[in-house]
């Protein structure tokens, strides 16, 4: 996943040329910033990368999801579902517009199970966030269909999925809208930057607005924007979009190792019987930065999860299921409600209500689960390597039992 692993000549040239005029910020400052727009030009190539109308960027992945949501009209007391599986900026975004996120279930494919989707649909329900985690995608034909039927927003949060398809469409461009972040361990980075992608022009003028306090960005002079609504700032500046525009052009390149290197390894791990993979729904190109694969018991893979830490090959290896980010089981915070203000009524009897939910069936997938970290630097030999190292570790647990 981590584009950081080729930061280099290509970058550090996009940050000197923002250095040498000296305007650090994507707007105004025409005459001084002599032609150098990198936040413009890194939002026109995504458009064209990703192929979606409208794209604008923000200085973060979460402030990509606040700003989509708001963008989208999803705002107090509108019920966003969501998958029990994600990193935790998914519901804080949700939350921080005023909506209740429902958690539910995921399956096989590690994303939002829509007959669990379909379940949580009452007649507050306003959008579904699939969440793409580990590079691969949710079943976008099901929930696309199920928010059609219901008239409810579909928002990817594609953050961790920057490169994968779906059916030939880019993730991220195939909802009503989709955000990717940059942040320092995503594909492709800003070291901290997100962005929001969609083909709808009204959700796009309003994402422009938000982040910057509702400017409508009309005129050549800032102090002269009128403001149709009111905004926040999460503007991104022009050294980090610089650093964006370097690391887009690399992608294609990016991609190819990530998926050779995943190929290679996963060659290692399908000798052995007892292990699956996880399932990429059909018609679906997964972006290969994690290589995700099931033991057949929750029991077993916290074996395998102590004998390969206890050999310690277990750097770069996710057990998601004991992880403080990334799963319920582990977001107390959450559960308790422990905000540093107020929410509203409705939002704290949601989460305090996640306590008594059940999430067995995600249990169940995720105590058998580990997601290997792909790098772009392993070269033959690292690969060969790490995969005879991890199935020793698997099998030595497996002839055990
Ligand atoms: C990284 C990430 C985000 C948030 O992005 P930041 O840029 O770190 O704010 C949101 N959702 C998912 C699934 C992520 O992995």
Redesign the pocket.
């Known amino acids: 996943m981590p584009g950081f692993e080729f930061f280099g000549a290509e970058e550090r040239k996009e940050v000197n040329d923002v250095l040498e005029t000296g305007i650090l910020m994507r707007y105004g400052f025409d005459g001084p910033r002599k032609g150098i727009w990198k936040a413009q030009e890194l939002e026109k190539a995504i458009t064209t990368t990703f192929g979606c109308k409208y794209a604008q960027l923000t200085s973060?992945?979460?402030?990509a999801?606040t700003t989509a949501m708001l963008a989208l009209g999803v705002g107090y007391g509108d019920e966003v579902i969501m998958p029990a599986f994600?990193?935790v900026?998914?519901f804080e975004a949700v939350l921080s517009v005023g909506a209740i996120p429902v958690l539910v279930d995921i399956d096989e494919t590690l994303t939002l199970n829509p007959h669990a989707v379909r379940k949580a649909i009452n007649a507050k329900t306003k959008c579904v966030m699939p969440?793409h985690?580990c590079g691969s995608m949710a079943d976008l034909d099901a929930l696309s269909a199920i928010c059609a039927e219901h008239n409810l927003i579909l928002l990817e949060?594609a953050?961790?999925s920057i490169g994968g398809t779906y059916k030939g469409k880019l993730l991220g461009t195939i909802g009503h809208a989709g955000t990717f972040?940059?942040?320092f361990v995503?594909m492709i980075t800003c070291a901290?930057?997100?962005v929001v992608m969609t083909n709808n022009k009204d959700v796009y003028e309003k994402s422009d607005g938000y982040t910057d306090h509702g400017h409508d960005h009309l005129g050549v002079d800032r102090g002269a924007d009128l403001h149709p609504f009111i905004g926040y700032n999460f503007r991104i500046s022009e050294l980090h979009a610089a650093v964006g525009l370097a690391q887009i052009r690399k992608l294609d390149s990016f991609l190819a190792l990530q998926k050779k290197n995943n190929k290679a390894l996963r060659t290692y791990l399908e000798q052995i019987p007892e292990i699956s993979f996880r399932v990429i729904p059909e018609g679906g190109e997964d972006s290969c930065s994690f290589l995700s694969w099931f033991l057949p018991t929750t029991e077993l893979t916290q074996s395998v999860v102590a004998e390969m830490k206890e050999q310690g090959i277990l750097a770069g290896n996710f057990y998601w299921f004991a992880n403080n980010w990334h799963y319920i089981s582990k977001w107390d915070h959450l559960k308790n409600s422990t905000t540093l203000g107020r929410i509203s009524p409705e939002q704290e009897a949601a989460l305090l209500h996640l306590k008594s939910t059940s999430f067995a069936a995600s249990d169940a997938i995720m105590g058998r689960c580990i997601s290997t970290a792909i790098s772009l630097i392993w070269t033959d030999e690292q690969i060969k390597e790490k995969g005879e190292k991890m199935v020793a570790a698997i099998r030595k647990v497996l002839n055990e039992r």
Do not use: H, P, Y
């Open positions: 973060s992945g979460t402030a999801l994600t990193f900026a998914s969440v985690m949060d953050c961790q972040s940059f942040d995503k901290e930057g997100g």
